[in-house]
């Protein structure tokens, strides 16, 4: 059973107890001690036997279902504030990332176009890799849109509020 482990503790501190002490007072091992209050996790027979020891109800030491599933819950909300962090940097960086593309596909436009103009390239040349180009820019667009759109999905977000 899951039991407060900080409880038993003080408990046992307020008495000015070691866990030596508590073993021979309550006929439980050292070991067995050491590990409830380092595991937060008894036997009902030795939660019995500490209950009896400190002259306190069974229940004050055992931790009930309600804060066990309160504590629960805080850490799911702390998790999701995490991932929902984790996420937006990682919608952020995606954005980033695409304007990095795109200034690339741009700077490739331009050599495409002053080689053209400096005659190092022919007419035909010039269609192939302006087209090529084009096409790049076009999926990649595409691919950043796409990944971008579950990652809101996944949020539960819209464009503004990034």
Not at 123 to 148: C, D, G, P, R, W
Request: aromatic share 12%; proline share 1%.
């Amino acid at each position: 059973m899951k039991i407060n482990a900080a409880h038993l503790k003080s408990l046992r501190e307020s008495r000015c107890w070691s866990q030596q002490a508590l073993s021979e007072f309550s006929g439980l091992s050292l070991r067995t001690i050491q590990r409830i209050e380092a595991k937060s996790v008894a036997s009902k027979e030795s939660i019995k036997c500490l209950a009896a020891v400190y002259e306190v109800p069974v229940q004050s030491l055992c931790i009930s279902d309600l804060s066990i599933s309160e504590s629960s819950a805080e850490i799911d909300d702390e998790q999701v504030q995490k991932k929902g962090a984790q996420s937006k940097l990682q919608l952020k960086r995606m954005y980033i990332q695409f304007a990095f593309v795109f200034v690339c596909h741009m700077f490739g436009f331009v050599g495409i176009f002053f080689a053209y103009d400096e005659q190092r390239i022919d007419s035909e040349t010039f269609q192939v890799l302006k087209n090529s180009l084009s096409i790049v820019l076009v999926f990649s667009a595409l691919y950043f849109m796409f990944h971008a759109y579950k990652l809101k999905r996944k949020l539960g977000i819209g464009s503004s509020e990034i």
